[in-house]
């Protein structure tokens, strides 16, 4: 015999006058009601003979009702004396109110009060309201506490509510009447703007077989991933008898240089063309960018029967944007009879941009397949994918 067995043994030979092992395996019973317990003394007094039950009545009778024996003794008992001592007969229970666990009452109120920056756990809230966690739990299955996810959203001041609204009400047809306003079909605009294209993202999800290994990537610094910015234009898709006559689909740029490599390595030799990201995008970029490569590809790709109607490139506000009135941008728009202007977009919103409402996150999905290894491997991938 092992020592859990002997101790086992030696603590039921010496506690067993006190512990009622007939309880073990037993599940609490639910209380009786006031009806079921007069049906018992109705079904008890109907089989006495002169106020006397039989040895086996009350083991018949509590199987029936799902009651212990020594419960439905206690109810016959208690009929008895009533009767004894002249009184109508009231077996009903003579708890008074709830027969459970008092519930203590909480004021859910003062989560008001909580600090945000206080109340970012189920922890957290348990100590300010000075109940458990599991009864948190509890107030979230029924709904009287909800768990928030919260995310920081850029800042408007009131000059940017207004001019966000001002540019809606311009983006209204003219022609359009009061009682039926429509926006501009904008095929006079063209939206252009900046993204970093990362070479993969730190977190990917991939189906596998139950066998196969999980795959394993590396990098050297996961918060710095290598990554190349390019420029993009886009303008609004043209359709003729449901046929696509313009994809809209202007050009993208990497904001970079070729320059040939000054030295022998073990992966080029002297003189090959290397690219260069541009490490800071400044104003004069841009500006050199817009001039060399914007104009070109919309004059190289625009309708020749639009050349004689306003062009409008549509930018944010960035600090490295060229000025609406730039004298050489300007310069170079008017050349050929062309008739190309800069507008800017109202500060802090993005969500007026067409590329930034989605178009970059549907090219970056389609180049995160591609598996690029190198920077220098992002710039066909990514004009690829935008063609």
């Given at each position: 015999m092992n020592f859990s067995s002997?101790?086992?043994?030696?603590?039921?030979?010496?506690h067993a006058h006190k512990f009622p092992f007939y309880l073990l395996g037993r599940r609490r019973s639910k209380e009786t009601s006031d009806e079921v317990r007069k049906q018992i003394y109705q079904t008890l007094l109907a089989r006495s003979k002169n106020g006397v039950l039989g040895k086996q009545v009350i083991k018949q009778v509590a199987?029936?009702?799902?009651?212990?024996?020594?419960?439905?003794?206690?109810?016959?008992?208690?009929?008895?004396?009533d009767l004894a001592q002249g009184n109508v007969v009231n077996v009903a229970s003579r708890k008074r109110g709830r027969v459970a666990r008092k519930v203590i009452p909480i004021d859910l109120e003062r989560l008001r009060d909580v600090p945000l920056s206080q109340s970012m756990t189920i922890e957290d809230v348990s100590k300010c309201l000075g109940v458990s966690k599991s009864k948190i739990m509890q107030y979230m299955g029924k709904g009287l506490i909800r768990r928030h996810y919260n995310k920081i959203k850029p800042f408007l001041t009131p000059a940017n509510k207004k001019s966000r609204l001002q540019w809606c009400l311009d983006m209204i047809d003219p022609a359009s009447t009061s009682n039926d306003p429509h926006f501009k079909d904008l095929f006079d605009h063209v939206f252009i703007d900046e993204k970093c294209f990362f070479?993969?993202?730190?977190?990917?999800?991939?189906?596998?077989?139950p066998e196969e290994d999980d795959p394993r990537r590396t990098s050297k610094s996961k918060n710095y991933i290598p990554r190349l910015m390019f420029l993009c234009i886009t303008a609004q898709p043209r359709f003729h008898d449901g046929v696509c006559i313009f994809d809209g689909k202007l050009g993208i740029f990497p904001l970079v240089t070729y320059e040939p490599a000054k030295r022998n390595s073990v992966n080029r030799q002297a003189g090959t063309i290397e690219i260069k990201p541009i490490t800071h995008i400044t104003r004069e970029v841009i500006q050199k960018f817009m001039i060399e490569n914007v104009l070109l590809a919309i004059k190289a790709k625009w309708h020749r029967e639009d050349m004689d109607k306003p062009i409008y490139i549509v930018q944010d506000n960035a600090p490295s944007h060229v000025h609406v009135d730039d004298p050489a941008f300007c310069e170079a728009a008017q050349q050929g009879g062309w008739d190309i202007r800069l507008k800017c977009q109202p500060s802090n919103s993005p969500d007026l941009n067409i590329l930034d409402l989605g178009f970059f996150r549907t090219i970056q999905a389609i180049q995160?397949?591609?598996?690029?290894?190198?920077?220098?491997?992002?710039?066909?991938?990514?004009e690829e994918v935008k063609s």
């Open positions: 002997f101790f086992y043994f030696s603590f039921v030979r010496c199987p029936q009702f799902g009651l212990s024996i020594r419960t439905v003794q206690k109810i016959w008992h208690r009929g008895k004396n070479l993969s993202q730190k977190s990917s999800k991939y189906y596998l077989l995160y397949k591609k598996s690029a290894k190198k920077v220098e491997e992002l710039v066909p991938i990514v």
